[in-house]
DNA sequence: ATATCTGCAAAGACTTTGCATGAGA
DNA sequence: TCTCATGCAAAGTCTTTGCAGATAT
């Protein structure tokens, strides 16, 4: 395997294996960097990224690897209005806290924010209890988004 | 204008013309569909539903009259994961109460739940309230949906 | 009358698929 | 060794754009 910075032994490591998939240099190198970024990253940002260390990864493999890492519950994919998919890992020591999004539908920026989560965390709680009880659904995650304009935008549209 | 059921005089018509919107057939219709159908239709289903009525109405107008009634804060625009948007009526006398969404990632399916929604109501206040003047954000509208298996495919993956 | 709206065709953008080669375990 | 994974190219989908003709006000 080639050398880079952070790559080697992870803690993702075990999932890979326990699921039975291999552990490859395309698969580190996107789960490395996704774990050191805290960035709303396209599969092409994430291509683009990685190509400048491995020039060899294509974006096919980006794309194949973030639905492997989607559905393995590692990463989370969003969509925040703008024609491409977002990720972000779910878990790990670099992962953010907890958080959700605040979207501006102007200028597409999107703001991570982590306030309010602790009283939102029993609400959810409780409505992922009822709902997996009465719609008898196996609830694995939320999305929680507002959609507004940021300072910048307001000033325009006045 | 052509004759149809429910195309006449309705409650949106101001909206229009206090914009500067010409009130047209096609913007009439499709209006017309959302506010009998509570699905979370897609582009291409409201074009093939309205194309029944009026088979001169192209599926370009159809996201352009969509992408109008999103700005004007008609419609609500969702992306359930499945590559393609969905759209609601947010307001008018057919809406369906304030809800939110359970979505399968297995096939697709989408339950719209009004559970909680009281519960939740005045977090989300308390929350948007916040927010706003932190992050000087103007808020619109706000998503919360869940994600999981649900009955069917939660079979099929055990 | 005239600026807006529409439909068709074509282009654009993101994502997925087919297939032969390459690489983990 | 022997599947699984990858890369390239091509195809597939959904959505947007250009432009001439039609329409609402």
């Not at 979207?103 to 982590?114: L, N, S």
């Amino acid at each position: 395997m080639p050398r880079g910075f952070g790559v080697g032994p992870h803690w993702w490591c075990n999932r890979f294996q326990d699921a039975g998939f291999r552990i490859t240099v395309p698969r580190q190198a996107i789960l490395d960097l996704l774990n050191r970024t805290h960035e709303h990253l396209s599969a092409e940002d994430i291509y683009l990224e990685v190509h400048k260390i491995y020039p060899a990864i294509g974006l096919t493999t980006v794309y194949r690897t973030l639905e492997l890492l989607v559905n393995m519950g590692l990463v989370f994919k969003f969509d925040f209005g703008d024609g491409r998919a977002r990720y972000e890992l779910s878990q790990g020591p670099g992962t953010l806290k907890h958080h959700h999004h605040l979207v501006c539908t102007g200028c597409g920026r999107v703001i991570d924010y982590t306030e309010f989560i602790e009283q939102e965390k029993e609400l959810v709680h409780r409505t992922e209890r009822e709902l997996s009880r009465k719609y008898n659904f196996k609830i694995d995650s939320h999305q929680i988004q507002f959609l507004g304009l940021c300072h910048n935008c307001q000033k325009e549209n006045k």
